[in-house]
């Protein structure tokens, strides 16, 4: 008693927290009761200045409100409740009545009595307009609480609680109130009898409508119209009773209101139409339509235009909810239709755009609606397309059809009435129709496009209508007319589209015809003609063959073209269209090959017997039986590109298994000799010929295949075993044969893929290598080898197997890429040893997850992020000039390669740096520090810096920046293209995260620099120069 | 001034140099391999000259001043067979929609702000209305070609706001 005594009086004086807390707490433990509170504050409560009467009571309902609920009875309940409503009485003290109330109404022992005597006590003393946003907020949370827990106690109320309510409701204004004020409507509308209130009800909440709220900038409420909207939405569709009411008044939004409003009503109208029913809505039918129509035909914008579809498939579907499919139906449905067939007698008319979209909204509302349209509109669009005089007009005739079409087979598609495809009865003269459409050129886009809407419906057309659809479609492939061209794009698209269902009308009747256009030979060098007709038929083929049975005739046939090229009846005098072709028939099948691996087809391993073997067969005929062309001819390293590409997309897909097996043939090919099991297919390969690309006497030809082999190699999984003895040994061996032997680059990499591969799959049994071998290997390649250009391949060797151990996290990884550290004063190769750093980190395209190698995640930001700060430690060392140049370049290297997340903090520091590797004499490395200026300021632009008071790095750098760029930016100063692009891009970028204040003294120079870019001779360049310009053009305060 | 129809805007008059260009060679280089680099890395050093496809670039994206949402390509104002380059000179001709088009100058004059930004200098540049296609062709001609009310123009601030918003969208390219 006495502490509570003591509580009160300090609170009183001092309004803290933590009295409240002690007295509950007090309260908790059963120290302190209630009544001991209520004593104690006895003088406040009754206090003659309103000041501590306001405190007293807002004191105990603070304490109220932390009270755990248990701690209530019965009486006590009673009592407080008492207490509280004589208090709202008082104006003094009414604000923290009102928060006694609202902490009373979860307590569970409150009985119904006690809710009607808050109610009555609010409805009797609360005057809304007198309080303040808060206060309300409160009364609305007390019936908010009141109506969740004691629903029922409210009812039995009747329409006393709702005249009250609806009194205290009307006239708010606040968002935050209003949210709560809609949800409590929402449920008044739903639960309680409002037979008698619903138009008052209405009034409090229909007056909303619609909401034009726009939140303050920096709402700290978070109160959205969005919210608000929802909120209405869902309060307004929540009774039948408001239809009569509403409908007046949404049309008069509609027709009266701004484009957004319109938007809203219309949504709201297509919530609350289904709520509202099918009596009322059927009774304003005309009305509505007489608006919706308004808004279809003649439309503010296309967003209202389809809101005003939905509605009115809304108001439809509303009608004849419960109709069922075979009666014939009449009232407002019948009648638009008819008023749409009529307009669409004009189909070349602006309007019938409208009208037809109209009954393509039909098709998706019931079942006998949609039905009565088609068996009207299609007839009479029939009879449009054959009447003679009609004939200009077919196009738009078709093109309507063709949409009614696609509405008609989307709604079997998705709705419930699958089984009713009303367009059966027609089939015949649409069909009909389209196929009379393809045959001119108006017409034959929406030909083809409705035929894409027959051909997808599901069990519409036949097989042999399907057959028929395909036959008349490749006369339209078939067409030597320009007209066609554009078309025949999606002519193709539409016979991809039957070939994914139907492949046997594609296979039995397009593909011979495609084949046709592909010669046996190829045209002469120059027959541009030939030529285009041979890509043109490799384009439609790589489109149609994906499907399993296509590809496998697809591959047969183009190998037999392939091995006529490779052993011609007649060695043609120029041999580069020949292997042009090659490269076009293979690049086809890898196109297709590529697509099927995307897909996940399961028909691509098999392909490693019959289409494999075949490329190994020609490839390696190209190379032992032909000595014409050497250079020119079918060995042509584009050509080997491809072929790899083919074995590596293969090789990928196989099992560990059946890579298992053809692995051992391929080693035995290569390093034994034993090519022909290997080679199997259509060439007989030479007897004699002696096939070893890896011994150093091999002609070049025969290495260049090498490039076969490590496209198989680099795609075996992990557990397949490497068919040597010795692992190492034969990483040794590939290793002393790119540096020594390999005549090209291309050859070289190749061995550096296969060990890459190899290193980064067998680490384990790879230890002796690792740990002996290739030190031994740096100390006499590298270290002390006198031949600068085999001690280059040497560092690029060791970087790749460095990737290797570095993509798998192998703890030793960065060892080895720390050893290029100590070449960074060499006289010959320290900028290769730097570059090698950046290639280390460098993503590339074989080690990768598809090729099956170890990839642990964040290995590229650990490797950075070890990498980075000794580097950039490195560029400060002022004691030596020659090492920091090579640190400057080491990161020139390395910040193209790793991921921005890394550096975007350091670029403070990084900054400078990069400027100065803007000097760098190499321009691919000045090439890739733009890129990465560019990239960085991306970040800046993304984040909108531009704004923020702190000015980005940039901005700091802004001036040196834009002078860098200018210079590098000319013809005259810069001979690489791709430094006057990037330079250009940059410059274009700055004003978009540089505030204008800071460039302004540059921006007449910069526009004078760049004029003289926009002659750039280079197409790319003068393309960037305008951008560039434009920008600047623009850049004002 | 109206957009003709739907038809003739989605007619898109086609650019002659890509399919040019690919006829010659011999070789086909798959589009989707080729990464961004491969299009200028090109370590011939033959100059590209500006011709009319890329002056058509630069203006087929200019908005119409009345019908903000069309280019001036859509409503085929504008076309490649339209432009002729030149060593030095180039003229540009352009279709008003119809014969009393009244925003005739201010398309003609966004064209030249345009061309003005991104040619060279060494470019006489001329601007006409297609003979026979405006009522008023010689004044427009003459306003257009006019220096110093091309420059006086360029003083207004309220028809450089126009111009600006005309030449919004212009960055688009369509090669």
């Known amino acids: 008693m006495e502490a509570a005594e003591r509580y009160v009086r300090t609170w009183v004086a001092s309004p803290r927290d933590k009295e409240i807390e002690d007295i509950v707490s007090g309260i908790a433990d059963g120290e302190l009761k209630l009544v001991h509170i209520v004593k104690a504050l006895g003088e406040y409560l009754t206090s003659e200045e309103g000041d501590l009467r306001n405190k007293g009571v807002e004191f105990l309902a603070l304490v109220v409100g932390k009270c755990p609920l248990e701690k209530f009875n019965l009486q006590s309940v009673k009592v407080l409740v008492a207490f509280f409503a004589s208090k709202l009485e008082d104006t003094e003290t009414i604000i923290p009545a009102l928060k006694g109330m609202l902490a009373l109404t979860p307590i569970p022992v409150l009985v119904p009595e006690n809710v009607v005597d808050i109610c009555e006590a609010v409805f009797t003393n609360v005057k809304m307009q007198a309080l303040v946003q808060v206060q309300r907020h409160t009364v609305f949370s007390i019936f908010d609480s009141l109506v969740a827990r004691h629903r029922d106690v409210l009812k039995s109320m009747g329409n006393h609680f709702l005249s009250g309510y609806i009194a205290l409701a009307d006239g708010e204004k606040d968002p935050r109130n209003l949210m709560i004020a809609f949800a409590i409507a929402r449920v008044l509308a739903i639960e309680f009898d409002i037979s008698t209130k619903f138009e008052e009800l209405f009034n409090i909440t229909f007056c909303y409508f619609p909401i034009t709220f726009r939140p303050p900038p920096n709402d700290p409420y978070g109160v959205t119209a969005e919210d608000l909207k929802a909120a209405l939405q869902s309060c307004l569709s929540a009774s039948p009773l408001f239809g009569n009411l509403a409908i007046p008044l949404f049309l008069d939004k509609v027709n009266a209101g701004s484009p957004t409003t319109k938007r809203d009503t219309l949504q709201t109208l297509a919530i609350c139409l289904p709520v509202y029913g099918s009596r009322v809505t059927s009774n304003s039918g005309r009305k509505l339509w007489s608006s919706l129509k308004l808004e279809i035909f003649q439309p503010t914008d296309p967003e209202t235009q389809e809101e005003a579809l939905e509605a009115t498939q809304v108001v439809i579907k509303t009608i004849y909810a419960d109709q069922n499919t075979d009666t014939e139906i009449d009232g407002l449905a019948k009648d638009i239709c008819e008023e749409c067939i009529q307009i669409l007698k004009e189909p070349e008319k602006s309007q019938a755009k409208p009208a037809i979209k109209v009954l393509c909204a039909f098709m998706s509302t019931t079942p006998s609606v949609s039905r009565y349209t088609i068996s009207h509109a299609i007839p009479h669009l029939i009879k449009l397309f054959v009447d003679p005089d009609e004939l200009p007009n077919r196009g738009p005739v078709l093109s309507i059809l063709s949409s009614l079409v696609a509405a008609a087979r989307d709604s079997t598609v998705k709705a419930d009435f699958k089984e009713n495809i009303f367009l059966l009865p027609f089939k015949d003269e649409v069909l009909g129709a389209f196929v009379t459409g393809l045959k001119v050129q108006s017409s034959l886009r929406p030909a083809i496009e409705g035929l894409n809407g027959l051909v997808t419906t599901p069990d519409l057309l036949d097989d042999e209508e399907i057959g028929f659809v395909v036959q008349r479609v490749n006369e339209v492939i078939s067409g030597k007319q320009e007209d066609f061209i554009g078309a025949s794009d999606a002519a193709i698209d539409l016979l991809k589209t039957i070939s994914i269902k139907t492949p046997s009308h594609i296979a039995q009747m397009t593909l011979p015809f495609l084949f046709s256009a592909l010669p046996d030979q190829a045209p002469a060098r120059d027959d541009a003609e030939g030529r285009e007709k041979y890509r043109m038929g490799l384009s439609a083929l790589s489109r149609l063959c994906t499907q399993p049975n296509l590809f496998e005739t697809l591959v047969v046939r183009l190998s037999v073209r392939l091995s006529l090229l490779y052993a011609p009846a007649i060695v043609p005098e120029d041999p580069e269209p020949s292997a042009a072709y090659a490269h076009a028939l293979q690049s086809t099948l890898a196109g297709v090959l590529a697509r099927k691996v995307e897909n996940g087809d399961v028909d691509v391993p098999k392909y490693v017997d019959r289409l494999v073997p075949r490329l190994f067969n020609i490839t390696a005929y190209g190379v032992l039986a032909t000595t014409w062309g050497a250079g020119l001819g079918v060995s042509d390293p584009r050509i080997i590109d491809v072929s790899a590409r083919l074995v590596n997309l293969v090789t990928q897909s196989l099992s560990a298994q059946k890579q298992e097996t053809f692995v051992n043939s391929l080693f035995a090919a290569y390093f034994k000799g034993d090519i022909t099991p290997l080679a199997v297919g259509d060439l007989n390969l030479p007897t004699d010929a002696h096939f070893a690309p890896f011994d150093p006497a091999a002609p070049e030809g025969q290495a260049n295949l090498i490039a076969l082999f490590s496209a198989a190699v680099i795609a075996l999984h992990p557990e397949v075993k490497i068919p040597v003895d010795d692992e190492g040994t034969l990483l040794v061996q590939l290793l002393n044969w790119s540096i020594r032997h390999a005549k090209t680059n291309v050859q070289r990499e190749n061995a550096w893929h296969i060990a890459a591969a190899i290193v980064n799959k067998h680490v384990s049994s790879l230890n002796t290598f690792l740990n002996t071998t290739l030190s031994a290997f740096w100390d006499e390649e590298i270290a002390k080898s006198l031949d600068p250009d085999a001690r280059r391949r040497a560092i690029s060797a060791w970087a790749w197997v460095s990737r290797a151990l570095l993509v798998r996290n192998y703890p030793q990884a960065l060892q080895f890429v720390n050893r290029f550290f100590e070449l960074f004063e060499d006289a010959e190769v320290s900028w290769d040893a730097a570059r090698a750093i950046g290639q280390v980190g460098t993503v590339d395209n074989v080690l990768t997850k598809r090729n099956h190698v170890v990839i642990k995640i964040l290995h590229a930001q650990k490797y950075a992020s070890n990498m980075l700060p000794k580097i950039i430690e490195g560029t400060k060392d002022p004691t030596k000039k020659i090492r920091q140049t090579t640190h400057l370049v080491a990161l020139a290297a390395l910040i193209k390669a790793i991921p921005k997340a890394v550096y975007v903090h350091e670029l403070p520091t990084l900054m400078p740096l990069l400027l100065r590797g803007l000097s760098l004499p190499d321009l691919t490395l000045r090439a890739g520090v733009i890129d990465t200026l560019l990239s960085a300021a991306q970040v800046d632009v993304d984040s909108g810096l531009k704004t923020d008071k702190e000015a980005s790095v940039a901005a700091e750098h802004a001036v040196s920046l834009t002078s860098v760029m200018l210079q590098n930016s000319t013809v005259a100063e810069m001979p690489d293209v791709r430094v006057r692009v990037g330079a250009l891009k940059y410059l274009a970028v700055l004003p978009k995260i540089v505030r204008y204040d800071v460039l302004h003294p540059q921006k007449a120079t910069v526009l004078r620099g760049l004029a003289k870019a926009l002659d750039d001779p280079k197409r790319a360049v003068r393309k960037e120069a305008v951008d560039a310009r434009t920008t600047w053009f623009r850049y004002s305060g | ?175």
């Open chain 2, 1 to 175: 001034l109206q957009p003709k129809s739907d038809i003739i805007a989605s007619a898109r008059p086609t650019t002659r140099r890509r399919t040019a260009q690919a006829r010659q060679s011999l070789w086909l280089l798959n589009d989707e391999d080729d990464d961004d680099s491969t299009t200028y890395h090109t370590d011939d050093d033959e100059p590209e000259p500006i011709d009319a496809d890329e002056i058509f670039d630069l203006i087929r994206f200019i908005s119409d001043p009345e019908h903000r949402s069309m280019t001036l390509e859509q409503l085929a104002v504008v076309s490649a067979p339209q432009v002729t380059v030149a060593p030095s000179h180039i003229l540009v001709e352009f279709t008003p929609t119809v014969p009393h088009c009244g925003m005739s100058t201010l398309i003609g004059l966004s064209i030249r702000v345009r061309l003005l930004r991104a040619l060279p200098t060494r470019f006489k540049v001329d601007i006409r209305v297609k003979p026979g296609s405006h009522q008023s062709e010689h004044a427009v001609n003459k306003q257009l070609n006019d220096k110093e009310r091309v420059a006086a123009a360029l003083e207004n601030p309220a028809l450089v706001d126009v111009l600006e918003t005309c030449l919004e969208n212009v960055g688009r390219r369509g090669l």
